[in-house]
């Protein structure tokens, strides 16, 4: 069969800011993967930078194709490129199948919404496809619109509500104004809310530009600075174990990924470049099986076709949905790691070829083993291959901004390694590397992995 992977950009490329590095590297992968479905003919159709998909050789390439076997190729796309150029190429490879392959980026997480529209123009042209529908990824990336469902759904959410900005600063376009009623509204509604609150954009990315306050001055605060420049929600902040799964399939079926643990930065959010990943957590202490019956009702309601994630905190006995995400995530890798695959093969059982291998891929999840997923400070490349030398890491990735200002936006390294099936054999591994890697591993780390590891024992 005729497989393509499709995935879009929105944003100008610029190579020389962020180098990215990973061990093993994706072309690598990408020929391990050809010749295990050797069966079947892949092309990946895309516009650079492609996160996961491709090494930084491959991204300052000036070739439009570049063939990594026989039945893998990589079609780039101009950097201008519409939905239309998108579906004029892949119709041309007239696949039995087309599936996005969303990844995120900064300052909006909206390209999930380009790849649904060309799936749904390609579904119009009778090539089969495997996407979310684009009224389903708009929900997920609006806030607002997340809000709104999960409340009128009746999913368990953060009490809060919605803050219009140009209403809330309506007396600087107006100066017949006097008195401003909605922000009296917004300030009434606030000093009823139970604090602390988190104040977020509706349209950024993952928990960037959020705040969290500890009093009423404080919101105030924020809302009336420089720094309120957009539409907000404000919702009562929910203490307690932070979560991460993800969601595989179409049609009323889906499999959910291990659940993974994460840790929290001193303002109680889990940071994407600090936190410590740990699953599969099993613990019936978890109540997993009416996690998982509530995410199925939300799966079939948003219509899901492909790979979601959702952020989850487990508070006081009960599960609180706290974003979608209608893409990959910081996890897949993880996951796959966790099932003993490559993300490769991870993204085809759970798109593309996910009715064929849907039995082979929740035999996976159901004997995953755990795995840690730890953020280290900006390493040397010897240091980096010392760590992929361990037996038990599967994987190494660093991303470095080359034009940051500030040392806490330079970058990161993350390693994701077990293969274990036991807790205690992978925090020894924990232990081999602290020891090896005294003068790099920041203490926070490890003490998050640690905790983490009591917290699901």
């Known amino acids: 069969m005729k497989f393509v992977f499709f995935c879009t950009n929105s944003n100008f490329f610029t190579p020389d800011e962020i180098n990215v590095s990973y061990i093993p590297e994706c072309k690598t992968e990408w020929l391990k993967f050809s010749q295990k479905f050797?069966?079947?003919?892949?092309?990946?159709?895309?516009?650079?930078?492609?996160?996961?998909?491709?090494?930084?050789?491959?991204?300052?390439?000036?070739?439009?194709?570049?063939?990594?076997?026989?039945?893998?190729?990589?079609?780039?796309?101009p950097e201008d490129a519409q939905t239309e150029n998108f579906v004029k190429e892949i119709q041309k490879l007239n696949p039995d199948m087309a599936s996005s392959i969303t990844y995120w980026i900064s300052p909006f997480d909206w390209l999930s919404i380009k790849d649904s529209l060309i799936a749904e123009k390609l579904m119009q042209q009778g090539i089969k496809t495997f996407s979310h529908?684009?009224?389903?990824?708009?929900?997920?990336?609006?806030?607002?619109?997340?809000?709104?469902?999960?409340?009128?759904?009746?999913?368990?959410?953060?009490?809060?509500?919605?803050?219009?900005?140009?209403?809330?600063?309506?007396?600087?376009?107006?100066?017949?104004?006097?008195?401003?009623?909605?922000?009296?509204?917004?300030?009434?509604?606030?000093?009823?809310?139970?604090?602390?609150?988190?104040?977020?954009?509706?349209l950024g990315l993952s928990s960037f530009g959020m705040d969290v306050c500890k009093t009423f001055q404080e919101a105030k605060h924020v809302l009336l600075s420089k720094k309120n420049n957009g539409d907000r929600?404000?919702?009562?902040?929910?203490?307690?174990?932070?979560?991460?799964?993800?969601?595989?399939?179409?049609?009323?079926?889906?499999?959910?990924?291990?659940?993974?643990?994460?840790?929290?930065?001193?303002f109680g959010l889990t940071s994407p470049k600090q936190n410590v990943k740990l699953g599969p957590v099993t613990n019936e202490k978890f109540h997993i099986k009416s996690l998982h019956e509530m995410l199925y009702s939300l799966?079939?309601?948003?219509?899901?076709?492909?790979?979601?994630?959702?952020?989850?905190?487990?508070?006081?006995?009960?599960?609180?949905?706290?974003?979608?995400?209608?893409?990959?995530?910081g996890m897949t890798q993880t996951v796959a790691s966790s099932l003993g695959i490559s993300l490769y093969e991870l993204l085809f059982y759970a798109t593309i070829g996910f009715d064929s291998y849907s039995k082979k891929l929740s035999?996976?999840?159901?004997?995953?083993?755990?795995?840690?997923?730890?953020?280290?400070?900006?390493?040397?490349?010897?240091?980096?291959?010392?760590?992929?030398?361990?037996?038990f890491v599967d994987f190494v990735n660093q991303i470095e901004n080359t034009k940051a200002k500030q040392l806490r936006e330079a970058?990161?390294?993350?390693?994701?390694?077990?293969?274990?099936?036991?807790?205690?054999?992978?925090?020894?591994?924990?232990?081999?590397?602290?020891?090896d890697f005294k003068t790099e591993i920041e203490q926070r780390f490890y003490e998050n992995a640690i905790l983490l590891a009591k917290e699901i024992s």
């Open 38 to 77: 050797n069966e079947h003919t892949f092309f990946i159709v895309m516009q650079k930078p492609g996160l996961f998909l491709l090494d930084k050789n491959d991204l300052n390439s000036e070739k439009s194709v570049i063939e990594i076997s026989k039945n893998l190729k990589i079609i780039f796309l």
């Open 233 to 266: 929600v404000i919702e009562e902040f929910i203490s307690g174990l932070s979560f991460g799964l993800e969601i595989y399939g179409h049609n009323g079926n889906y499999l959910f990924s291990p659940l993974f643990i994460n840790s929290l930065n001193q």
């Open 299 to 329: 799966s079939k309601k948003l219509n899901f076709s492909g790979i979601a994630q959702i952020d989850l905190v487990f508070s006081k006995g009960k599960w609180h949905i706290i974003e979608i995400n209608s893409r990959l995530s």
């Open 133 to 202: 529908p684009a009224k389903t990824s708009q929900i997920c990336f609006d806030k607002r619109e997340t809000r709104e469902f999960l409340t009128q759904n009746s999913f368990p959410c953060a009490e809060g509500f919605y803050v219009h900005h140009e209403m809330f600063f309506a007396e600087r376009r107006f100066l017949s104004i006097k008195e401003n009623v909605y922000k009296e509204y917004v300030f009434e509604k606030l000093k009823n809310m139970n604090f602390p609150v988190v104040i977020k954009d509706t």
């Open 363 to 391: 035999f996976l999840i159901e004997n995953s083993s755990f795995t840690f997923n730890m953020k280290f400070p900006l390493l040397q490349k010897e240091r980096l291959e010392k760590l992929y030398d361990y037996e």
């Open 411 to 435: 970058g990161y390294a993350e390693v994701i390694f077990g293969r274990e099936k036991s807790l205690t054999k992978l925090l020894e591994k924990l232990e081999t590397i602290k020891n």
